[in-house]
């Protein structure tokens, strides 16, 4: 009888990693936030490492805009699920909604949900792009599951919390190599504006302020679960203006640290009261 034998995938060393990010590189296949840039290849096969993937699906399946890697709403749901969260998906083709639910394997008892529907697409400025027109029940799933996983398990997602699309991304094609790129940062963060670039005038318009945005969208994040503990938002709208004498959307990166901090104490006072 003949036996098979599943053979362990080799992990490349740091040298034999630089070797292959060195000659992939000038490859015309790979997506162009890699080609003659070997470091970018290097990021992608150390986050791809850690997830799992082989170099090759490194490349096709994490991208990097603005120094950043970003990966599609699939792997991102595959993470969540291969950290052992269960997370459901709920498309509705007819009335073009999307609804997500995860629960941590750490905490069946709660569902995290995020729901997404063309009113907010609209909102959001998304529905006149080419792959919104084309696919929007898929545009639409895409944002609902990255949001619920930020909010839900952001440690099974290896720090890469955005899509190409979020992250500005108009046209991927088949295998997520973005085509047209247009400078932006996620905009689903709940009574928090993301940053958003102004015209220079004379010169070429700066990228985005990318740690300032996920600051926010932390905050944003917490307010959300703070709201499904029983936290009501105009509470933390009063605090920053009496702690920081400013709206939440105008905080500094700092004061918004600080302030998520505060609002973790706040959630975690309330878990340890339910426990």
């Not at 993470?79 to 459901?88: E, F, I, M, P």
Request: hydrophobic share 35%.
């Amino acid at each position: 009888m003949s036996e098979i034998v599943k053979t362990a995938r080799h992990e490349m060393t740091i040298e034999e990693q630089l070797q292959y990010a060195k000659a992939v590189c000038n490859g015309s296949l790979v997506p162009k936030a890699y080609q003659k840039s070997p470091a970018n290849v290097l990021i992608a096969i150390g986050l791809g490492q850690a997830m799992g993937l082989s170099p090759a699906e490194s490349l096709y399946r994490i991208s990097v805009i603005n120094g950043v890697p970003r990966a599609s709403a699939e792997l991102i749901a595959t993470n969540v699920r291969r950290a052992g969260h269960r997370l459901r998906t709920y498309p509705d083709k007819e009335n073009q909604t999307a609804k997500v639910e995860i629960n941590r394997c750490d905490d069946p008892d709660f569902t995290f949900t995020a729901f997404w529907d063309m009113n907010q697409a609209r909102k959001a400025g998304l529905v006149n792009k080419d792959n919104w027109q084309k696919y929007p029940v898929a545009m639409l799933m895409a944002r609902a599951i990255t949001e619920c996983a930020r909010n839900a398990c952001p440690d099974a997602l290896y720090g890469v919390v955005y899509t190409d699309e979020e992250m500005g991304a108009s046209f991927t094609d088949e295998h997520g190599q973005i085509l047209e790129y247009e400078p932006q940062v996620s905009d689903d963060v709940m009574d928090v504006q993301p940053y958003e670039p102004q015209e220079a005038p004379q010169t070429a318009p700066e990228a985005p302020n990318v740690p300032l945005a996920e600051a926010q969208n932390r905050v944003g994040a917490l307010m959300r679960e703070a709201k499904n503990c029983g936290y009501q938002m105009t509470d933390f709208h009063a605090y920053a203006r009496e702690q920081y004498n400013t709206e939440i959307k105008d905080l500094s990166e700092a004061q918004l640290i600080e302030f998520a901090a505060y609002i973790e104490q706040l959630i975690q006072a309330y878990y340890a009261q339910e426990d």
